[in-house]
């Protein structure tokens, strides 16, 4: 018999048998009723009906939900708590994305996602203090897109493919994008300073398999090349609070950088609302060359524990030992930890919602800590966003190139700067044409970098934006709790 029939057949067998349980019989069975046969013929007929009638409903839930694409690494868990890597969303998180349910050679059914982002902007940073440090104007057009594709394997298995690419080494530039503030990476063996560097070529190609125990409990692996570690919360292009901001945040080294690493390997298991992972996996971040891939090296480690206690809330902790992550400074290790909440809810229709992140980093070092916290939230309401995201992050003057600026010859040391930065922003969306989404928006960026700083980069520096923003549009659904996105 096929193999797409027999869990059919079995549903169906189930649903009648389980539609002639004792409620629909009378409460006392030993007690007798005297019955006309004719009325009890009748009453058996439409029994027999309701039996089928309930049968056929739950058959046409099973084939809706065949055609559904489940968590990438669980069968039993909803498609919304997907993030990047293996990180977890709230499950009531809207995507945006296309679908599509292809059949494979094999005849078993393949179920597809395409997701992307593309800003074309004008940027302007610093524009109130010209001929100040960080002073910088770009027009350019940051990108990804991602595609995952899953299929069940047996009647417990699952597999998970994801492929991610960025044209921002052609759209961005090799020097990255001006972002005041912003530190990581190098650019011609240069430490990259108040500029975003661009992300690879290829940004994610993994391969993931999970079994299910029972309904309340996953084993998973995944294996990424480049891939992502059990490290940090979803990647900020991913999480939804963030998906109307163009900008990387300036914390981005301190929670979320390891989202593109040359060699991961990571372990989980779930039950229930938690999950524990650990990762093995290379330090040392993208090298410059953006096209190609970097050696694998599986030096580094982390462990993450992730809790969803509601529909609206995914919880995370992890710490990580990265060896060697900066070229720069190859003998620089950083122990990194981060903790997140993520809060996503709707607000009575699918293209209304709040959705917003709590996140703190730290990369702790040489016997100093370096924190970076971040609050970001966005406001959908219908065609129209607000949003917003405030940070505040401590960075060592030899991390913003301000060494000859702070460094005391009396004790020979040199002494942290914080940062506290406000950006607040507005889209609405001018066009939807086949399930795609054109949106105009704009966003303007406040900092208050201290006293210290003003000689260097003047008296509260503001940058602003405007830009284009093309994405899938949003997918609805129904689901229990309410109306949720698919």
């Given amino acids: 018999m096929n193999t797409t029939l027999k869990p059919l057949l079995v549903l169906f067998l189930c649903s009648i048998i389980g539609s002639a349980r004792a409620d629909d019989f009378p409460a006392d069975t030993s007690r007798k009723v005297k019955m006309p046969p004719a009325r009890k013929m ?9 039996a089928m009638n309930h049968a056929m409903h ?18 039993n868990l909803p498609m919304n708590r997907n993030a990047s890597g293996t990180a977890w969303h709230p499950d009531q998180t809207p995507m945006y994305m296309y679908m599509a349910h292809p059949t494979g050679p094999s005849g078993r059914p393949w179920m597809t996602m395409i997701h992307y982002s593309l800003f074309i902007r004008h940027t302007n940073q610093n524009f109130n203090n010209p001929g ?3 002073r910088a104007t770009a027009f350019d057009a940051p990108n990804y897109v991602m595609g995952m594709a899953q299929r069940p394997v047996g009647r417990r298995g699952l597999l998970a493919l994801k492929a ?34 661009q992300h ?6 993994s391969v993931g398999y999970s079994y299910a125990l029972s309904p309340n409990a996953d ?27 163009p900008d990387s945040p300036l914390g981005h080294h301190w929670t979320d950088a390891t989202h593109i690493t040359y060699g991961v390997a990571t372990a989980g298991f779930r039950y229930k609302i938690a999950k524990l992972e650990v990762s093995s996996f290379t330090g040392r971040e993208p090298n410059e060359n953006r096209y190609g891939f970097d050696r694998p090296r599986f030096d580094s480690y982390s462990y993450r524990l992730s809790v969803n206690p509601s529909p609206s809330l995914a919880l995370q902790f992890s710490q990580g030992f990265l060896k060697s992550p900066e070229a720069i400074d190859p003998d620089h290790n950083v122990t990194r930890t981060t903790a997140s909440l993520l809060h996503s809810k709707l607000l009575g229709r699918p293209d209304r919602y709040v959705s917003s992140a709590l996140v703190w980093g730290m990369n702790s070092h040489d016997g100093v800590n370096e924190n970076a916290y971040l609050a970001e939230s966005s406001l959908q309401l219908g065609r129209t ?13 030899d991390e913003l190139g301000l060494h000859d600026y702070f460094f005391d010859y009396k004790t020979e040391e040199t002494f942290p700067v914080t940062i506290n930065s406000l950006t607040l922003g507005m889209n609405h969306r001018l066009l939807q044409l086949a399930r795609t989404d054109l949106v105009l928006g704009a966003q303007l960026t406040g900092h208050l970098p201290g006293k210290s700083l003003e000689p260097i980069y003047g008296k509260i520096p503001l940058s602003g934006q405007i830009y284009l923003r093309i994405t899938p549009s949003l997918m609805t659904m129904m689901m229990p709790g309410g109306p949720m996105n698919h």
């Fill in 42 to 50: 009748m009453r058996q007929d439409s029994m027999d009906r309701a």
């Fill in 58 to 75: 739950n058959m046409m839930q099973m084939q809706q939900g065949m055609s559904m694409m489940s968590h990438l690494y669980s069968r």
């Fill in 132 to 134: 100040q440090r960080g």
């Fill in 164 to 197: 991610m690419l960025s044209l921002d080494p052609f759209t961005v530039g090799n020097n990255g994008y001006p972002l005041l503030f912003q530190s990581g990476e190098t650019y011609k063996d240069q430490r990259l300073v108040d500029r975003q560097h």
């Fill in 200 to 205: 690879d070529l290829f940004s994610e190609l």
């Fill in 219 to 245: 084993v998973f692996g995944y294996i990424g090349y480049p891939g992502e570690p059990a490290l940090g919360p979803p990647a900020f292009m991913h999480r939804i609070s963030s998906f109307n901001n």
């Fill in 385 to 397: 966003a607000l949003y917003g995201r405030y940070e505040n992050i401590t960075k060592s003057v």
